[in-house]
């Protein structure tokens, strides 16, 4: 079979497509014939190496396939597996899902909707775990609460926005010029084009920050927030050194103010992935996807997602 391996750190260039040893599902695994996989900012984090702690726990020598979400078919199943059958479309989380076969634990599954393509299912797991994670969990979002959501254009903040308007949420999103009226159509009661406005700066203050950027510093966020607010976030700059300096600001930021500053990784969960699939069932949540690639451009599309412009979610379909 065919898979996305890297085997040397670095830029996505070190990504290459090669034949590999077909895997076989282990207990409460099921081996998927995969449809489609999406890219997450982690797969090519890993990939650069950076920083060089990353090397000592995936070695000095990887050989890695990246990929966590994915869409496909069931072709079998391992010992203890009863939840599914060969036949029946899934998605999920997993590891190594670019490539045409993958093992998934079965806790890390669910049915794929009807009306849903593997594309549009492919894209939900990782980004819609954290949007939801993020949004219920962490900053206790309400009906009729006010909202913002900054980086709503991208693969987690698209689906932030349509997950707060789910909540009865009263949604802001920020994004740049070219995304506005995408943001407009997926639910944001109003959008702010940030080429043009500093959201920091205006008078308007919200209940729930949901930061998917990360630029802007801790304090100007707070300006905007009520004195109960909460600050969410949920990405950053593409250095991890950065992303940890500006969680560590918001962290102190918290011990003296009144508004809460919160950083905090997504868990795998089947019960979040089947709410998921009844928002997308009932028309309330619709994956947004910027761009479609196939298997054998899977460095192309690693190297798109890097840029951080993406419009929603980057898929690769593997050709069937």
């Not at 109003?190 to 304090?219: A, W």
């Not at 997308?280 to 761009?291: C, L, W």
Request: proline fraction near 5%.
């Amino acid at each position: 079979m065919k898979a996305a391996v890297y085997t040397r750190y670095g830029p996505p260039d070190v990504l290459q497509v090669t034949d590999v040893e077909k895997p076989v599902p282990k207990d409460g695994e099921v081996l998927i014939r995969v449809r489609a996989a999406s890219v997450n900012p982690l797969d090519w984090r890993l990939m650069s190496g950076r920083p060089f702690v990353v090397r000592i726990f995936f070695g000095l020598r990887p050989r890695v396939t990246p990929g966590r979400d994915v869409a496909g078919r069931v072709e079998a199943v391992g010992r203890n597996a009863t939840q599914f059958k060969p036949g029946d479309e899934v998605f999920g989380t997993c590891v190594g899902a670019i490539a045409e076969y993958v093992c998934a634990a079965e806790l890390g599954l669910v049915n794929k909707p009807a009306g849903v393509t593997f594309e549009q299912a492919a894209s939900v797991p990782v980004a819609a775990y954290t949007a939801l994670q993020g949004l219920r969990d962490k900053g206790r979002i309400q009906a009729g609460q006010r909202v913002l959501i900054n980086g709503a254009a991208g693969g987690v903040g698209m689906f932030a926005v349509q997950i707060a308007k789910s909540f009865g949420a009263d949604v802001t999103g920020v994004c740049s010029t070219r995304n506005v009226e995408m943001v407009r159509s997926i639910g944001a009661d109003r959008v702010i084009d940030y080429t043009r406005e500093d959201f920091t700066k205006n008078e308007q203050h919200y209940d729930l920050m949901f930061d998917c950027i990360g630029n802007h510093s801790p304090s100007a966020c707070r300006r905007v927030l009520n004195p109960n607010g909460i600050c969410v976030m949920a990405g950053g700059p593409k250095q991890l050194r950065s992303i940890l300096t500006h969680a560590l600001k918001a962290l102190v930021l918290s011990w003296f103010v009144s508004q809460k500053f919160v950083m905090f990784i997504a868990r795998r969960s089947q019960k979040d992935l089947t709410m998921m699939n009844g928002l997308m069932t009932a028309g309330k949540v619709t994956p947004v996807i910027d761009k479609c690639y196939r298997l054998s451009e899977a460095a192309e599309a690693l190297r798109h997602a890097e840029t951080g412009h993406a419009r929603g979610k980057v898929v690769i379909a593997v050709e069937t």
